[in-house]
Nanobody, 129 residues
């Protein structure tokens, strides 16, 4: 079973950038996703990528600002976050799923992650105004 571990969180000012990394072991799964959860709010799916990187999916809230990519050689999925806003403050999680997981997201929109089977511990992102 795939295991994942996130890194790269931190504190930035509004308008700044961060790049999160998710290392998958032993290899990247068929569908990799990034989620976030702010205090008192539900978990939100923000980006997903099919294995091989041929297709990416984004939530409306981050589209045009965040970019998900993967490096198969390093078994790593990245989330480049640009033009960060205070409302992006949250714990960010990486998750792994099957091809059907991404297909469901593609047809039904971002979900809370119930179809993703493996989760990391999370990395905190704080954006100050």
């Amino acid at each position: 079973q795939v295991q994942v571990m996130e890194s790269g969180g931190g504190s930035v000012q509004a308008g700044g950038s961060l790049r999160l990394s998710c290392v998958a072991s032993p290899v990247i799964d068929s569908c990799m996703g990034w989620f976030r959860q702010a205090p008192g709010k539900e978990r939100e799916g923000i980006a997903a990528i099919y294995a091989g990187g041929f297709r990416t999916l984004y939530a409306t809230s981050v589209k045009g600002r965040f970019t998900i990519t993967q490096d198969n050689g390093k078994n790593t999925v990245f989330l480049q976050m640009d033009n960060l806003k205070p409302e992006d403050t949250a714990m960010y999680y990486c998750a792994a799923g099957t091809l059907q997981t991404c297909n469901f997201w593609s047809s039904s929109g971002p979900e809370r992650g119930t179809r993703f089977s493996t989760w990391g511990q999370g990395t905190q992102v704080t954006v100050s105004s």
